[in-house]
């Protein structure tokens, strides 16, 4: 694995451990946010795995990552939708500030972080397509 593959392979896993920690604390809002982050930097893991250059927006990483798995099956497909609605959500609880998370949403976003990401070390591991 290449240092910038690893290197956002790590970050990821910082942040799914901080997720993993806080999820059912009284801080949903960051819960969500920094899920999506640990999602984001697989994501990015992902493109560097299969030689692509790293967005620079997230909507075009979260693009590029999706026509990157669509065609890996229903997994690889979900796996996009997943990471396109953790995007979603984190904007909505940074900018809105009529829009209250609670715990069960925070729960359930780490549970979509933690698939994801097991997803994207499970491609790691497998040789560019």
Not at 2 to 27: C, G, I, N, P, Y
Not at 85 to 92: D, G, K, P, Q
Not at 102 to 122: L, P, S, T
Request: charged residues 30%.
């Amino acid at each position: 694995m290449t240092d910038s593959r690893r290197q956002h392979m790590q970050k990821a896993a910082r942040f799914l451990r901080s997720v993993q920690r806080r999820a059912t604390s009284d801080e949903p809002d960051t819960v969500i946010s920094t899920a999506y982050y640990a999602m984001h930097h697989a994501a990015c893991a992902v493109l560097l795995w299969r030689g692509d250059p790293l967005p620079k927006t997230h909507a075009s990483l979260i693009g590029r990552f999706g026509l990157t798995v669509r065609d890996f099956g229903p997994e690889g497909r979900e796996a996009g939708a997943a990471l396109h609605e953790a995007f979603l959500r984190r904007t909505r609880g940074d900018y809105d500030v009529d829009v209250s998370f609670v715990r069960g949403d925070a729960i359930a976003a780490r549970e979509r972080a933690i698939k994801f990401v097991d997803y994207c070390r499970g491609l790691l591991r497998k040789r560019p397509r």
